[in-house]
C-alpha cells in the first residue's frame, strides 16, 4: 500500500494485515479486497463530531482509500493508496 501523508500531524493509528486495515483501536475495519470493482474506488473514513468513525462522508477526513480498477483476477493491496489527514485535537 502507498500511504501519503497529505498535511502536517498526528494521523490516526491503523494496521494492516493481509487484505485487511484496520483504524484506531479495532474501531474500524475494512477488507480492501471486497471493495475491487471495475472501476477505480474511493473509501472516505472520517471522524464525525462525537469522534467516532465512519466510512462515509462526515465531518473530519481522517484517510481517503484509492483502490484503482481491477486489472487482473487477484487483489493486490501494493496497488491501493491511502492518504492520511491530521486528526483533529
Do not use: H
Not at 6 to 25: H, M, P, Q, R, S
Amino acid at each position: 500500500m502507498k500511504i501519503v501523508e497529505v498535511n502536517e500531524g498526528k494521523k490516526i493509528d491503523y494496521t494492516i494485515n493481509g487484505n485487511k486495515i484496520t483504524f484506531g483501536d479495532d474501531e474500524l475495519t475494512l477488507n480492501l479486497s471486497k471493495y475491487e470493482r471495475d472501476e477505480e474506488v474511493t473509501i472516505n473514513i472520517c471522524n464525525d463530531e462525537e469522534g467516532i468513525l465512519t466510512s462515509s462522508l462526515s465531518k473530519y477526513f481522517v484517510a481517503n482509500i484509492i483502490i484503482p480498477a481491477k486489472t487482473q483476477d487477484k487483489f493486490n493491496i501494493d496497488d491501493v493508496t491511502m492518504n492520511l489527514w491530521a486528526l483533529e485535537v
